[in-house]
């Protein structure tokens, strides 16, 4: 079992950068990958970026490509995402997710084990 915490999300304005962080409970934190993903009313939640278990490997949407950064730190058991150049239409609420499954990086919502409660994150023109 692996509990998931977002925090750092908030208003900032266009151009704007913010951190945001997945703090996580569980010894076995490192084994999991951990996603990002995002959400707006009336919408699918979408893949945002994700991170091997290992840290060695990530993969990013095309919408935040280049402007987005995930990390992890497995000695705080804890995962980031770094968003820079912030534009209006990156304002969702942002979840991170765990993947219980050994050795993946996926893009679907669906394989994911667990989730967080979400921080808002939203950005003015």
């Known amino acids: 079992q692996v509990q998931l915490v977002e925090s750092g999300g908030g208003l900032v304005q266009a151009g704007g950068s913010l951190r945001l962080s997945c703090a996580a409970s569980?010894?076995?934190?490192?084994?999991?990958?951990i996603g990002w993903f995002r959400q707006v009313p009336g919408k699918e939640r979408e893949f945002v970026a994700v991170?091997?278990?290992?840290?060695?490997?990530?993969s990013y949407a095309d919408s935040v490509k280049g402007r987005f950064t995930i990390s992890r730190d497995n000695t705080k058991n804890t995962v980031y995402l770094q968003m820079n150049s912030l534009k209006p239409e990156d304002t969702a609420v942002y979840y991170c997710?765990?993947?219980?499954?050994?050795?993946?990086?996926?893009?679907?919502?669906?394989?994911?084990?667990?989730w967080g409660q979400g921080t808002q994150v939203t950005v003015s023109s």
């Open positions: 997710a765990a993947d219980r499954a050994i050795g993946t990086m996926s893009r679907n919502k669906d394989a994911y084990d667990y």
């Open positions: 569980g010894r076995t934190f490192n084994i999991y990958a």
């Open positions: 991170v091997r278990s290992s840290g060695g490997s990530t």
